[in-house]
């Protein structure tokens, strides 16, 4: 992963990779940083350099980053620790 802006285009990429490759993560997004109890299914809609957008079982639900994300591989680095 380069060190791109996270862009309309970056984040349109960044979603379909989460939801293609690491649903499992999307899915711990919602309830460890969600709140959401026993999701069925959840997507990531969008992302940003300020937060990530995830549809959660019809719900949206919007997860703040805890920093600015500086661009495309430091929102790689920040998604993987915040999948563990």
Request: aromatic share 4%.
């Amino acid at each position: 992963m380069n060190n791109e802006p996270i862009s309309t285009e970056v984040g349109r990429r960044i979603c379909l990779h989460m939801n293609k490759e690491h649903n499992s993560s999307v899915l711990r997004y919602a309830i460890n940083y969600g709140g959401v109890e026993n999701p069925k299914q959840a997507e990531m809609v969008t992302i940003n350099n300020q937060s990530m957008i995830l549809n959660v079982d019809g719900e949206i639900v919007t997860i703040d980053f805890d920093h600015i994300l500086k661009d495309s591989s430091d929102a790689h680095r920040t998604l993987v620790e915040m999948a563990k």
